[in-house]
């Protein structure tokens, strides 16, 4: 008999890629979507399915995870044998002006799904997996960060997500739910949310080889962060939720970059060389040498014109902008994930080469398309942040 899953945040990068792979593994998918006043569904389009077809295997909720007797009914109506709670308000910076909500949705979010499952009887049949985050280590009190790194959360949102992480180690030992955290390191794909920074960035440059945007505004360009892609990371939960124990695992590639290289590895994809100069928020990044054989096979030898003129006329595409920072950063994230490789048997199978590829391949080909609508007198949205 098929298994039935339930997830929460399922409009979003992880809910989008974990559907897909659980509906693969024949089970019966339920999501949780919130209402919104346009279609919120593009992550989910290709695998939606119309809900006037008899025997569907792919199913849409309404729900809110500040709503207690929305996600109790919904959990008793769909039964699941696994809960994955990925909803979240998800957006550190976004966290510091909405702190209330975030500790509503993100912490106790997660109670009530917890609390849900118990109330209704299912606590040995539901199993949960919690979308706990590298945010938790914050202020890092250990170089690499493993399991047993004390937390040292630095936003709303790490503040938030500490309490689910808690509360989930809480509800299995007291009740023994089959309840486990994913602490996931940064992961990302060509499906991110447009304003994280390497979605920000792929997107940015593909605009900018095409002409479409003149400059990319960042914050802090010195952080470090250990990341990975979606793909890999949704895996790792799905390995996590089918052990006979539960237990809490670092997701995570072991390697750092900083945001700075980031955006000279992701124009490099497309045969530019960026090069950076002054400091704080004088720094700037300008295109100091285009490949011009890898620039038109990937991007398109008509817009090549325009980077020379960019090269000869310094042209800064790469400026600070302060209202990015935060009033506490995170400075450097980088994992250990040896529990997850040796239990899980987990591996990683893109690195950072292989990530930039698909999203810059992603961006660049999103573009493409933005430029014909535009050519062809098509309304096309700026959508900045
Ligand atoms: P995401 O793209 O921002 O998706 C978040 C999802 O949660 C979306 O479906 C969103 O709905 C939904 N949501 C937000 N608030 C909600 C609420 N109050 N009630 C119900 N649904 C709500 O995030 P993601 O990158 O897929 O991450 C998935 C989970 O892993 C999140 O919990 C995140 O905090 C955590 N996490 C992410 C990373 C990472 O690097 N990606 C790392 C560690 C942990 P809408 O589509 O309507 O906005
Ligand atoms: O920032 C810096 C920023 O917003 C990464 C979430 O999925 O991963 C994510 O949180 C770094 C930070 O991700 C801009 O200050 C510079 O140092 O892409 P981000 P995040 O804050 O690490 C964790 C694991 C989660 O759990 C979260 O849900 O980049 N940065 N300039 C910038 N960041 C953004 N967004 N925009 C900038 O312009």
């Known amino acids: 008999m098929s298994k039935t899953a339930l997830i929460t945040g399922v409009t979003g990068q992880d809910g989008a890629y974990l559907s897909e792979y659980l509906l693969k593994k024949g089970y019966i998918v339920h999501g949780i979507k919130r209402r919104a006043s346009m279609f ?56 510091f002006d909405t702190p209330e909500y975030t500790a509503n949705a993100d912490g106790i979010g997660t109670l009530r799904l917890l609390e849900a499952v118990r109330l209704l009887g299912l606590a040995n049949k539901s199993r949960v997996y919690q979308a706990s985050t590298s945010e938790l280590f914050g202020l890092v009190q250990e170089v690499p960060q493993k399991e047993t790194t004390p937390f040292y959360p630095r936003s709303p949102y790490g503040v938030a997500k500490m309490y689910a992480y808690w509360i989930t180690v809480n509800y299995r030992e007291a009740y023994h739910i089959h309840a486990s955290n994913g602490i996931l390191f940064n992961h990302e794909s ?53 052990q006979d124990e539960p237990s809490d695992y670092v997701i995570a590639t072991g390697v750092t970059t900083t945001i700075r290289d980031f ?30 054989k890898r620039f038109t096979e990937l991007v398109g030898n008509e817009y090549l014109e325009g980077i020379k003129n960019k090269i000869s006329s310094k042209t800064n595409i790469v400026g600070v902008d302060k ?45 493409k398309k933005e ?14 942040e």
């Open 40 to 95: 919120n569904t593009d992550r989910i389009d290709h695998i939606y399915q119309d809900p006037h077809l008899e025997q569907r295997n792919f199913i849409l909720h309404y729900g809110d995870m500040t709503d207690s007797m929305n996600i109790t009914r919904i959990v008793q109506e769909v039964q699941p044998d696994e809960i994955y709670n990925l909803a979240a308000m998800s957006h550190v910076k976004v966290s």
């Open 190 to 242: 060509p499906i991110r949310g447009e304003t994280f920074l390497t979605r920000k960035v792929t997107r940015a440059l593909s605009r900018i080889a095409m002409g479409v945007q003149d400059k990319l505004f960042v914050g802090n360009l010195s952080g470090h962060r250990d990341w990975g892609h979606a793909k890999d990371y949704i895996r790792a939960m799905f390995l996590i939720v089918q």
């Open 263 to 292: 955006i000279k590895k992701a124009a490099a994809e497309i045969g530019l060389e960026i090069g950076f100069r002054g400091e704080g928020t004088e720094e700037k990044g300008y295109i100091v040498s285009v490949d011009e």
């Open 323 to 367: 209202a990015y920072f935060r009033p506490t950063e995170v400075d450097m994230l980088i994992g250990d994930a040896t529990k997850a490789r040796t239990r899980l048997g987990w591996e990683p199978r893109y690195d950072l080469a292989a990530l930039i590829t698909d999203m810059m391949q992603g961006d660049v080909k999103l573009v």
């Open 371 to 384: 430029v014909y609508l535009k050519k062809g007198d098509f309304y096309t949205p700026n959508y900045f």
